[in-house]
């Protein structure tokens, strides 16, 4: 199949999302889509895979104009999207989830539903558990299920919407695997993303939007330099993290052990001084998330004590760390963070510190307005959080936060997010440490972790390293200790 976007243009109230895009995706090739976040990516593919109409322009298939009106009609059409967050039920099973839209009426048989997962996942190195609850899985399980429950549907177009966010290395080498597998097959991959390793690594050719518009084509081998400039209009480049520690302790761990129902880690034992970033190294599902859980008051631990500023708040809930200077961003900003449905304003309204029989909308305003303007979100008060980007909806989420925190934990701080806005996010929280802030994050990006990490605790099957350096760690020694190797 080859699919031609022609003049493509989608309007949000004032916001111009896409601008008369045209691009061309030839048969049996790995397309790249790049751009920074709020660039209109996402937008064209949800207009390519039916999920929103254009305003005007139109699409076409060999040659062939085709109306787009819903997810189904695109996949009647044979093109398929899989998502940044997967959509799928977790309460129900890997197998009632692979069965979701694939057949018509109320009854099926599981035997031939069983065996055509089987069959897909044999085809594609995919290591899924028919009757495990989706709950139990991760991101990159999710995302492989959702690709397999596509490729079932007979898509022949796959869209893919930042997939290597989020999941280990090992995943993704497997998600790659399985792309060029595809592509070999004749099937047309449209690979969405900001990461130019992956994008170099994977395609054969790629287009670049900005601000909405279509500004650049290129084809492998990639100058990246010419990428970036594409991308940003601009040459970008990290900044180095600054050491920020104090001397003074201000978090410390002694013998706390912490549980949950599939794991269950050894003894911590963590001195942090002020202005220290700690970097929680591990597969998905190790137990970082367990002990930010633990210190932010969400999670009881099993044993041990916990300290903030020599303060024991080992059995401290939530409300009362939250009083304390302690805050939990988690990964998953849309089920967590933000709440869909409200206005930036009515968060600011939510989030507010001071209780009053009334709501102080005034006030809720003024906050929205100046945090807008400070962290550069692209959106206004009235804007409901779910219309905004992943990249701003981050920065929304970060201009929710207290000014004076002691304890800042990040789940996947830069998940999702363009180069810039990874950036734009570690100034803002190097920034914090300067103010005496200790912060403890975790990522699956190697170099995120060593870059901004003054020193690391690597998680693996339960087991917990003593503190290393970040300067005295390479990337591929990490990984070995991700994998479990001297720890």
Not at 106 to 121: D, I, M, N, V
Not at 193 to 204: N, R
Not at 313 to 327: I, K, N, P, S
Not at 379 to 399: C, F, I, K, M, Y
Request: with cysteine; hydrophobic share 40%.
């Amino acid at each position: 199949m080859r699919i031609q976007i022609e003049r493509i243009s989608k309007t949000f109230g004032n916001v111009r999302a896409n601008v008369d895009v045209s691009l061309t995706i030839e048969e049996g090739t790995i397309h790249g889509v790049l751009g920074e976040n709020g660039a209109g990516k996402t937008t064209l593919m949800k207009i390519l895979s039916g999920y929103l109409q254009p305003d005007s322009g139109e699409i076409l298939i060999d040659g062939h104009p085709v109306s787009l009106d819903s997810p189904a009609d695109a996949i009647v059409h044979g093109i398929g999207m899989l998502h940044q967050d997967p959509l799928d039920v977790p309460a129900l099973s890997v197998l009632d989830n692979f069965s979701l839209g694939l057949h018509k009426g109320f009854w099926h048989s599981k035997r031939r539903l069983r065996h055509q997962f089987y069959t897909l996942c044999r085809r594609f190195g995919v290591r899924l558990q028919p009757d495990e609850r989706l709950s139990n899985l991760t991101v990159g399980e999710r995302q492989q299920l959702e690709l397999v429950r596509l490729l079932a549907s007979g898509v022949r177009v796959i869209i893919l919407d930042e997939p290597t966010t989020g999941i280990s290395e090992q995943q993704k080498q497997v998600l790659f695997e399985t792309l060029r597998r595809l592509s070999e097959e004749g099937m047309s991959v449209v690979f969405v993303s900001h990461k130019l390793d992956d994008v170099d690594a994977l395609c054969s050719s790629a287009s670049v939007l900005r601000s909405g518009r279509h500004v650049g084509e290129m084809s492998a081998p990639f100058d990246r330099d010419r990428l970036v400039e594409l991308m940003f209009g601009r040459a970008v480049s990290a900044p180095v993290h600054p050491c920020s520690c104090g001397t003074r302790i201000a978090l410390e761990a002694r013998g706390l052990v912490v549980t949950s129902r599939l794991l269950e880690l050894e003894p911590i034992d963590l001195s942090v001084c002020e202005g220290e970033v700690i970097g929680l190294a591990g597969l998905e599902g190790s137990g970082q998330r367990l002990l930010m859980e633990v210190c932010a008051g969400i999670r009881k631990p099993k044993a041990g004590k916990l300290l903030l500023d020599g303060k024991d708040v080992t059995h401290a809930g939530y409300r009362e760390l939250q009083a304390f200077g302690v805050a939990y961003v988690p990964a998953s900003r849309m089920e967590e963070g933000l709440v869909r449905g409200l206005s930036i304003r009515e968060h600011f309204a939510l989030g507010a510190h001071e209780r009053h029989l009334m709501v102080d909308w005034d006030s809720a305003e003024t906050k929205a307005r100046a945090q807008i303007e400070r962290f550069s979100v692209v959106g206004t008060p009235d804007t409901r959080v779910e219309e905004l980007s992943g990249g701003n909806q981050q920065r929304a989420l970060l201009s929710l936060l207290p000014d004076d925190l002691r304890l800042l934990m990040l789940d996947h701080p830069t998940r999702g997010l363009d180069l810039g806005s990874e950036i734009w996010v570690w100034e803002q929280l190097h920034e914090r440490c300067r103010r005496g802030t200790v912060i403890l994050f975790t990522s699956t990006d190697l170099d995120e972790l060593v870059d901004n990490s003054d020193r690391l605790l690597v998680f693996s099957g339960g087991q917990v390293s003593n503190p290393v350096a970040s300067a005295e760690v390479t990337r591929e020694e990490l990984g070995y200790m991700i994998g479990g190797v001297n720890l």
